[in-house]
Every structure is written in C-alpha cells, then in structure tokens.
C-alpha cells in the first residue's frame, strides 16, 4: 500500500462525516490507496472524511476513511484511505496534477514561469515512472 504525500501550498478541504461504510483493504493491496497530508487537528483513525481542493478541480469531492493520525511538530500528519476503486483512481489523478502544480509554483518561486503544460511535461519527465500505480 503506498500513500503519497499531498503539497501542503494546495490546502485540502477535509471534512468529517457520518461514518460511511467502505470494504476492508486487505494489507497485501499493492499500488496507490491514498494521500497523506498535515493538518491542524486531530483525527480518529476509521473515521469518514470527505475530501474537495478548489485549487485544481472546484467540483472534486470524494470520501476516504482515515488511516491513521501521527502527531508531528505541533500539528498531525493523517493518511486518508480510498477504499472504493473508483474514487481511489480519481483520487491519484488529481494528485498528479496537484503534484504538478505544485512543481510549477517551486519553478516559480525559483524564477521559472512555467505554463501549466510545460510544468506537466517537466514533471512527467521527472517523477511520473515514480509516482505509485493504481492496482485495483
């Protein structure tokens, strides 16, 4: 199972729900199967979550359940689980392109300006061979 770590300049709406019934991940499950994040507060493992980022896509929603929750440097850093194999791929495309983004904003601040279309084939060129598959 493997979990990508989320760009903290392209802040996550997270919101808890009602507790949502997902199916069980076994431990074996190979690929991508989430995001990790910091936040300010706390969060109960198993706990339903739902998920928007208005900076890439302003109608993406989707809900996870929390993995787990580690205290780090006066905040918490969670993993949020996609346990539903649809909302797991959209999940892992739009973290491409978060990623994506958030490489073009470093160029940025490095004096590069790059569009997002060059920034996307830096990107790919990079890291996309290193970015987790989705195994369903």
């Given at each position: 199972?493997?979990?990508?770590?989320?760009?903290?300049?392209?802040?996550?709406?997270?919101?808890?729900?009602?507790?949502?019934?997902?199916?069980?991940?076994?431990?074996?499950?190979?690929?991508?199967?989430?995001?990790?994040?910091?936040?300010?507060?706390?969060?109960?493992?198993?706990?339903?979550?739902?998920?928007?980022?208005?900076?890439?896509?302003?109608?993406?929603?989707?809900?996870?359940?929390?993995?787990?929750?580690?205290?780090?440097?006066?905040?918490?850093?969670?993993?949020?689980?996609?346990?539903?194999?649809?909302?797991?791929?959209?999940?892992?495309?739009?973290?491409?392109?978060?990623?994506?983004?958030?490489?073009?904003?470093?160029?940025?601040?490095?004096?590069?300006?790059?569009?997002?279309?060059?920034?996307?084939?830096?990107?790919?060129?990079?890291?996309?061979?290193?970015f987790p598959a989705f195994l369903a």
């Amino acid at each position: 199972m493997e979990f990508v770590a989320h760009p903290r300049d392209l802040p996550l709406e997270i919101s808890v729900i009602d507790d949502q019934a997902f199916p069980a991940l076994s431990s074996d499950r190979m690929g991508f199967v989430g995001i990790t994040c910091l936040v300010t507060e706390k969060y109960s493992q198993g706990c339903s979550v739902r998920i928007t980022l208005a900076d890439i896509d302003p109608n993406f929603c989707v809900t996870g359940r929390i993995a787990w929750c580690d205290a780090e440097q006066g905040e918490y850093r969670i993993a949020i689980e996609f346990p539903v194999n649809d909302d797991c791929f959209c999940v892992r495309m739009i973290e491409q392109l978060s990623q994506i983004e958030h490489y073009r904003r470093q160029a940025k601040t490095q004096g590069r300006r790059l569009n997002y279309n060059d920034a996307a084939a830096e990107w790919i060129q990079k890291f996309a061979a290193s970015f987790p598959a989705f195994l369903a």
